[in-house]
């Protein structure tokens, strides 16, 4: 698998856990040549030996999309190696809940740094890429949160709403890069086991346990939009549990 005519070269930022594993096991499975980045380089070499052991292809490479030469380099360092790169899949994220008179402002900066200027960066490295071959797809991670805002979420909520408008943004400046927007509902994954008040944070988990979709879900909504033709930009895809409101 991974040498076919329909084989792409895609990039997944937050591969290490979550949603960006299960896209990876799933593009994989589809006959894609997957490239993970993450912080957890164990998680990442991990992944890479299970999906070449189920006849994947996959390599790996430690990237912090806080980092705009991080994310550079991962970019390119898959652009020499492969010749060209089809898809960048925008992934990474955090979310850390509270109220914001509690001023967890380092949290705020983290989720502006990982969610929004993540994002930023990633399209800033791979988009003159694809412009010059003519071709390409960016697919950003954004989330039912990008849609209405809660108590607790209004930073997570602007980073989200924000990725959203980036993505409509760079739809609408490109007429050879396809931009899809995959915006999920609450989904299992490891997204509530790190920061935010920790009160909020078991709160949002049991919502999630009890509300969520399995991460294969929001995998199988990228997969759709990655297996459309060049000519057929999907703009956005929702995806959430048939339970949740
Ligand atoms: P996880 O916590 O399971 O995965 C998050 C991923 O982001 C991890 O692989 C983590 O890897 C990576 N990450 C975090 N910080 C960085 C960084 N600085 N540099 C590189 N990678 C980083 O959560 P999900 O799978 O749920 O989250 C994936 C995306 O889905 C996020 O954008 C999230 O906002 C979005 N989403 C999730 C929903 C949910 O209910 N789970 C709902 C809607 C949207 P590592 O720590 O190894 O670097």
Redesign the pocket.
């Known amino acids: 698998m991974g040498n076919s005519a329909d084989s792409k070269i895609i990039l997944i930022?937050?591969?290490?856990?979550?949603?960006?594993a299960a896209t990876a096991r799933r593009l994989a499975a589809d006959g894609h040549h997957v490239v993970l980045?993450?912080?957890?380089v164990d998680?990442l070499a991990a992944l890479v030996d299970e999906l070449r052991a189920a006849g994947g292809s996959a390599d790996y490479h430690e990237?912090?999309?806080?980092s705009r030469d991080s994310v550079l380099s991962f970019v390119e360092r898959a652009h020499d190696r492969h010749g060209h790169i089809d898809v960048l899949v925008n992934?990474?994220?955090?979310?850390a809940l509270s109220a914001l008179d509690t001023l967890r402002v380092d949290e705020w900066d983290q989720m502006v740094e990982?969610?929004l200027r993540?994002t930023m960066y990633g399209i800033a490295a791979a988009l003159p890429l694809m412009r010059a071959r003519g071709t390409g797809h960016i697919v950003n991670?954004g989330?039912?949160?990008a849609y209405r805002v809660d108590p607790t979420a209004a930073i997570y909520c602007a980073t989200k709403y924000a990725v959203r408008a980036l993505t409509e943004g760079l739809r609408q400046e490109s007429r050879d890069v396809r931009v899809t927007l995959v915006s999920?509902?609450?989904?299992h994954?490891?997204?509530t086991e790190r920061g935010g008040d920790p009160q909020v944070r078991a709160a949002a988990r049991a919502a999630?346990e009890e509300l969520?979709m399995p991460?294969s879900a929001v995998a199988d909504a990228i997969a759709f939009a990655i297996a459309q033709p060049d000519s057929v930009d999907v703009n956005e895809i929702i995806v959430r549990s048939t339970v949740q409101g």
């Open positions: 930022t937050g591969a290490s856990s979550g949603i960006g980045g993450a912080r957890r998680r990237l912090d999309v806080t992934n990474a994220g955090v979310m990982v969610n993540g991670i989330s039912t949160a999920p509902g609450y989904t994954s490891e997204l999630a969520g991460a």
